[in-house]
Each structure stands twice: as structure tokens, then as C-alpha cells.
């Protein structure tokens, strides 16, 4: 024991996360009755009829493009795979086939069937609609590569390195 002893570090590997993203018609569903039950709460307790008017068609308006976005992927901007590395690095490629590592938001959320990728805006922009747009998981079909992104989202580390060595 008297000898200095060589210290090997591994780096930190795991199985690689392939999903790729199909329209969901129980996400389209799901928001759909979110939005009727939001009508149906405008019509029951906003008294002047040109403020439900406003309240329903923004309503309206919003769930039809997050339906179109999220739930049907009808839009450049939806979300068509999601792949994470064997070194936990995230990359999500969009319908056009643009390529994106985004850093996850602290605001991520994951259940047994749904789970939500939020991922951080860009940090000089003044603009909250200025970063990507979430990724939406909703009862997928692949439970293999769907438990392990919980489990890699619930144990792998996602703090860029300067964060993490704060203490």
C-alpha cells in the first residue's frame, strides 16, 4: 500500500434511447377536453358576453395549434424523434429534419404516461417564445426506450458542467 496506486475514471455510459414520435390521437383527445371544459367555464362565470367571445376564440385558436403541433405533428416545428446518446446527451430532430442537443429545463416532467421536455430558452432573447417548443409524450407505444428516458430523466445528471462543480 505503499506505492502510488493508478486511479482509472470510466466514463459514465448507458444504452442508447431511440423514439421515434407518431401523431397521438389520445394527446389530440386529451387537449380537445381540456379546451371544452375551459368553454364551458368561460360561458359559466365570465359575465359580459365580448369577454367570453375573446376568452373562447383565444382558446379556440390556442388548442387547435397545439393539437395541430403536438398531437398531429402538422407543423415544421413538431417533434418527430427523440434519440439520447450512450453519454446521456439529448438530441430531438423536428419534422424538417433539423437536429437539436437542447439543455433540459428544470420544469421537465415525467409520469408513468405522459412525460414533458421543456427545454431551456435562449438566454440573451427577451422573448419567451424564442426557444424550442416542448416535447410532448403521451401514452407511447415503445415502453422499453420509454422507460428508460424516465429513468435517464429521473438519475442522469443534466446540469451543464460549470453548475454542477458549484457547490
Avoid: C
Avoid at 93 to 107: E, K
Amino acid at each position: 500500500m505503499g506505492g502510488a496506486e493508478r486511479v482509472v475514471m470510466k466514463t459514465r455510459t448507458m444504452p442508447e434511447i431511440e423514439i421515434a414520435l407518431k401523431p397521438s390521437i389520445g394527446l389530440s383527445t386529451s387537449m380537445t377536453v381540456v379546451a371544452s371544459i375551459g368553454l364551458w367555464i368561460i360561458v359559466a362565470y365570465v359575465p359580459d358576453w365580448r369577454l367570453q367571445l375573446a376568452l373562447a376564440v383565444w382558446l379556440l385558436l390556442t388548442t387547435v395549434y397545439h393539437v395541430l403541433r403536438d398531437g398531429l405533428q402538422r407543423f415544421p416545428k413538431s417533434w418527430k424523434s427523440l434519440h439520447v446518446t450512450a453519454h446521456g446527451e439529448l438530441r430531438v430532430t423536428n419534422v424538417t429534419g433539423q437536429t437539436f442537443t437542447p439543455t433540459l429545463s428544470a420544469d421537465t416532467t415525467g409520469y408513468l404516461w405522459l412525460t414533458i421536455l421543456n427545454f431551456e430558452k435562449n438566454n440573451g432573447s427577451v422573448f419567451p417564445w424564442t426557444g424550442l417548443p416542448p416535447l410532448i409524450l403521451f401514452m407511447p407505444k415503445d415502453a422499453d426506450n420509454y422507460r428508460r428516458l424516465r429513468v435517464w430523466l429521473r438519475w442522469w445528471p443534466h446540469q451543464p458542467a460549470d453548475l454542477a462543480e458549484t457547490p
